[in-house]
């Protein structure tokens, strides 16, 4: 292969692990654990690296590799919403994949060695991976399942940073899991209705062409009040992170009652979407320093 063949390859692998996507699983994880171990230690490096990179590359990767056949018909695919990636690299994918994660895992396993609970996040958590897209499991196909696993993929780095550093679960540190999961779900919810179409003409099932698309909206939209109740449970002033629900809700209105011939419409939204992650991530990092200045983590 040659210098050129491989920086085309690298190219494409990091546009299969969807860059735009990193922060949401990494920072989860440095959050939570910084938050309650109070120091940057050589887990909080190993672990934020591994969810930021080789995670996300192992989660879409396999996604692109299994999906090959769909996404092909799928207009949105080939860019930042995904790789095309051509069956040559296929396997350098699954194998690179598992090569780069393999040790992160190893070492994250041994810097948990004295919470043996963390095993058990790490493990529910690659096997999540894996199950959404990987042939003979493919959660992805199995509405509601899908989009309970999409979540999770989400969530449980946080889990797994509350349970390597040790962290007591309060009634609040519950609440805001529950509702980062109700996010979760709602925002693969909404993602699905985009595809509606071409899932359909590839036979590949998910909550959306179950449902269809104006009650997966509505579900997503529901979904995404409910994190804001869930948090206005929380103690002040973390009860403020209620009100990032608000501009998901209100991005996705206009396609409330879009039907399924009009379901690709829904991608204009899902283009905010992306840019909303970051502006309310912005926030919810402001008022987690304000909520550590004034030792609600302590």
């Not at 690296?49 to 799928?74: C, I, Q, R, T």
């Not at 996040?121 to 042939?135: C, D, M, N, P």
């Not at 969530?155 to 996010?183: E, N, R």
């Not at 304000?290 to 302590?298: I, P, V």
């Amino acid at each position: 292969m040659t210098m050129t063949e491989n920086r085309s390859t690298i190219r494409t692998l990091l546009l299969a692990s969807r860059p735009l996507s990193w922060i949401n699983t990494a920072f989860p994880f440095a959050a939570v654990y910084f938050l309650t171990v109070g120091t940057i230690d050589v887990a909080l490096v190993v672990g934020t690296l591994f969810f930021l990179v080789p995670y996300n590359l192992a989660m879409y990767g396999v996604n692109d590799v299994y999906d090959y056949e769909s996404d092909l018909a799928n207009p949105r695919k080939g860019g930042a919403e995904g790789a095309k990636l051509p069956p040559a690299l296929h396997r350098t994918t699954l194998v690179v994949a598992a090569a780069l994660s393999a040790p992160f895992v190893i070492a994250l396993v041994v810097l948990g060695a004295d919470r043996p609970s963390s095993w058990l996040v790490l493990a529910a958590s690659l096997f999540a991976v894996l199950a959404y897209s990987a042939k003979g499991l493919r959660f992805k196909e199995i509405p509601i399942l899908d989009s309970i696993t999409s979540s999770f993929h989400f969530v449980s780095p946080a889990l797994y940073a509350i349970a390597l550093a040790g962290t007591t679960v309060t009634p609040a540190i519950t609440l805001t899991m529950i509702a980062f999961f109700c996010w979760g779900m709602a925002s693969h919810a909404f993602g699905a209705v985009q595809d509606i179409v071409p899932d359909r003409e590839a036979g590949i099932g998910s909550i959306a062409t179950v449902f269809g698309a104006a009650a997966t909206v509505r579900l997503a939209a529901g979904l995404w009040a409910l994190a804001g109740v869930l948090m206005l449970f929380a103690p002040w002033p973390a009860n403020l992170a209620a009100l990032a629900a608000l501009p998901y809700i209100v991005s996705v209105a206009p396609y409330l009652n879009v039907d399924d011939a009009h379901s690709a419409d829904a991608n204009r939204a899902w283009r905010r979407f992306l840019a909303i992650n970051y502006v309310v991530g912005f926030a919810v990092t402001m008022l987690l320093i304000l909520c550590a200045a004034m030792g609600l983590f302590s």
